[in-house]
């Protein structure tokens, strides 16, 4: 993970919408609520004593069948991914949704009734950075049985890209880009659901879709209707006319887009992969997607967060340019080569730091440790986790260039693994105590290849130069 420079973001006030469960036919009333950061987004039934809060996480997946159903003790909240898909795409991080039934309203069968009401609400910054998952490597996983595959890759921005093939004459193969997150309200948020009118059947034999109607989805026909089917589905929807238009789509509903099916697909993506419960970094290929594929990988993605968190090892991009760069620590520190020992910084808050040190064949140190055995003393990965701290700490200054640091006390130091010429060290430093008086307590960390190498406890104090 690394930590933006960008504010979490919450609503800026409660908003409430009304609407009809697509399968239950109940009316449902839903509370859009600001959210503390951190928080995330939390799905609560309050028709039930006491109320049930249901964390909207990979982990509580439970049915991928017509929708994403999420369950906590075998309470459900059933098509999650619309509303998901609509607080991603405005760019908010905690949220609140209150409901009072079992199922999302469905209400135009999109997510721009819950765009243009969280547009409504506003949107407030919140004290809280926002971290994001950076992608490093490619991560890729499939569907044998349906076909389906997602592929994510480093990037420097976030996209998606959907490919959809049915194998139909009325609905072949699309496909739908979404370049950057903030064009969700504008190009994604309005595409519907569809349904192949096979399917549609089949559901009304199962009894469900009670809450469906012909301006909430768009129905595909792929076989002829007969009397018996039209005055069916006249009845399942309270229509006089029922019709067949030209490019195939049941009664009068016009598309919004030529390839709706295929950005409707995105949006399902971008709501089920909230359930990963951070934003991440990286171009999403998604081949024929669908809830359970969606959900597998989001459930994949969080255990490469939790083993990522279980090393505590950042995640940087090279790519972009560093905090500081090697000119701008020396208007810092008082350190110079040969013994200055942090390249970059590529994070700083009030709280932490992460540097990064090239450590290459032309350190001096490796002509006497050891001849053709050459390895970093560890006392110098311990200086150079220090160097990075002392830009913490100095930062807190007006004028740095006043002051110098000194150590006071290390604690707790354990060496790892060996740290060779070619590695890059990535330094984490936090601190442990408030800085008082001068005197700082952090906690650092010393990675390669996302490993730790070295750690420790390091007290420092800056003193002002006499």
Known sequence: MIITNTPQKTLAKAVELKGIGLHSGK????VLRPAAADCGFVFVRTDLDPQVEIPALAQYVSKTGRGTTLSVEGVDVQTTEHVLASLVGC??????IELNGAEVPILDGSSKPFVEAIQTAG?????????IFVVQENIHITDEASGSEILIVPAESTSLTVLIDFETKVLGTQN?????MEDFPSEIASSRTFSFLHELETLLDQNLIKGGDLNN???YVNKTLDKETMDRLKKAFGKKEI???????LDNLTLHHPNEAARHKLLDVVGDLALIGM???GRIIATKPGHKINTDFAKELQSLIKQTRKTNAPIVDLSLPPVMDVNQIMDMLPHRPPFLLVDKILELSDTHVVG????????????????????????????SMAQAGGVLVLSTVPDPENYLTFFMKIDNVKFKRPVYPGDTLIFKLELLTPIRRGICNMRGYAFVNGQIVSEGDLMAQISKRK
């Open 123 to 131: 949107i407030q910054d919140q004290e809280a950075q926002q971290e």
């Open 279 to 281: 934003p991440v970094k």
């Open 356 to 383: 990064l040190k090239n450590v290459t064949m032309n350190e001096m140190y490796f002509e006497g440790h050891f001849p053709g055995a050459p390895v970093m003393p560890g006392v110098l990965q311990i200086e």
């Open 176 to 180: 739908a880009v979404l370049h950057k």
């Open 243 to 249: 019709a067949v238009k030209k490019n195939g789509i």
């Open 91 to 96: 760019g908010i991080n905690n949220c609140r």
């Open 217 to 219: 989805a768009i129905v």
């Open 27 to 30: 009316a449902i009333d839903l």
